[in-house]
């Protein structure tokens, strides 16, 4: 069988098909002409298995999907106090663009607006840092997060600069008041710069999935930020990451997240997954028209908002094998990931009869179920014999789908 996972990824962007509400940015020349029908999902889950659809691999600029990394990276190069004495983490309420500081200290409120951004791309390093070392310091941290080298689109850099006057506007009104010291011409630069690495979704998934992980890259294992930088900055999307947004996207999706003017977004669930959206027609407030609805749909089917209390023990599976017969033992909750992690055993599996125990088992979530059941109804419509044993009535009235139910043990 093959994991049905994609398959919902792609019936989520095929009802999004028709959406043509929206618009590519238009204040990027060259984003102003990217193909508009674009889309594609991934998630990486926090063990480090990734499933996409669509356009996976299309690659679009990073844009203000780079602030949250930015911000991390500053906070490594100077420490959580030297950050916060010149950057915020409150919600603004405004637009990403626009002029604005706290009243008394003069800080940008928080790094997700580019006054923010800005500000913690100039603390990227050290004091005596060179324009180049910056824009290295940032790609290569979200190379090691994605997990191959990204480069940075030369073509779109530029033409941002173009049009840059009002990010240099930001920067001079920060050198006012002393936030931060660098030309503003180059901060801004290399700031645009940082927003032109090329990524598609799959890199984002992974590089949220990171986060997610508090830090861990759950592919390679490195440790590339501490959990508290991770938790940092996961905390710091929730409050400001969808700019004016912010409180009615963390209500409704409940998923911290950050959005790009390419048409990326991402979002992350502690200890659960990173997911990520492209799509480049925009609303008003810049955010991915498609991105912000397949974000409201994964989140509903999915149970994925932070805020609901329903998550219990850590969940997982285990493997059992006598070479002809194998047995899949889950425990604690089901939920989202051990249910990926069972349905990639099943896809790899090759046994005449496959048991299912959840003898061990306490919860299974609304998604846990589907996907335990989907898994099942694959494996039979293989020819494998399936087998359940469930005396303890978690998965009730177990349908695979045509009325047909899995041997009883
Ligand atoms: N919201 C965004 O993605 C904005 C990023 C863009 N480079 C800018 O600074 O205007």
Redesign the pocket.
């Known amino acids: 069988m093959k994991t049905p996972i994609p398959d919902y990824l792609e019936e989520v962007l095929a009802e999004l098909r028709d959406v043509d509400d929206g618009a590519t940015a238009d204040?990027?020349p060259e984003l102003a002409s990217a193909d508009p029908d674009r889309s594609a999902l991934a998630i990486t889950s926090a063990d480090g298995s990734t499933y996409s659809a669509g356009d996976a691999e299309v690659a679009f600029t990073i844009?203000?999907i780079s602030k949250p990394f930015a911000y991390a990276a500053a906070i490594m190069d100077r420490g959580l106090d030297g950050v916060l004495e010149v950057v915020g983490v409150e919600p603004s309420g405004e637009a990403?663009?626009e002029l604005s500081l706290e009243g008394e200290t003069h800080r940008p409120k928080n790094p997700m607006i580019?006054a923010g951004a800005i500000t913690a791309h100039a603390l990227l390093v050290g004091p005596t840092t060179t324009a180049a070392d910056r824009v290295e310091r940032i790609r290569s941290l979200c190379s090691r997060l994605a997990g191959r080298e990204l480069a940075v689109d030369e073509r779109v850099a530029a033409s941002?600069l173009e049009t840059a006057d009002?990010?240099l506007a930001i920067a001079h009104m920060l050198r006012t008041y002393g936030i931060v010291d660098d030309p503003a011409h180059e901060l801004v630069e290399g700031?645009?710069r940082q927003?032109a690495l090329l990524v598609t979704v799959e890199d984002l998934s992974m590089m949220a999935a990171t986060l997610a992980a508090g830090g861990v890259q759950p592919r390679t294992g490195e440790q590339l930020m501490p959990p508290e930088v991770a938790r940092q900055v996961m905390a710091v999307m929730a409050a400001a990451g969808m700019y004016d947004a912010a409180g009615d996207w963390l209500t409704r999706v409940g998923i911290p997240a950050k959005?790009?003017?390419?048409g990326g977004m991402v979002g992350v669930l502690p200890d659960r997954a990173g997911i990520s959206a492209f799509s480049p027609r925009l609303d008003a407030r810049?955010n991915s028209v498609r991105g912000r609805m397949a974000f409201e749909r994964l989140s509903a089917d999915m149970g994925m908002h932070l805020f609901a209390a329903d998550r219990g023990l850590p969940d997982r599976v285990e493997l059992d094998d006598d070479g002809t017969a194998a047995t899949l033992v889950l425990r604690g909750t089901v939920e989202f990931t051990a249910a990926a992690q069972l349905l990639d055993l099943m896809a790899t599996l090759r046994r005449d009869t496959v048991l299912l125990d959840v003898s061990r088992v306490h919860t299974v979530s609304d998604v846990g179920r589907r996907m335990t059941l989907e898994g099942l109804r694959r494996l039979r419509l293989d020819g494998v014999r399936v087998q359940l044993h469930d005396p303890g009535e978690v998965l009730p009235d177990p349908d695979l789908g045509d009325g047909g139910r899995p041997e009883r043990r």
């Open positions: 204040y990027i844009q203000s990403f663009d580019n941002e009002r990010n700031y645009v927003c959005s790009g003017v390419a810049g």
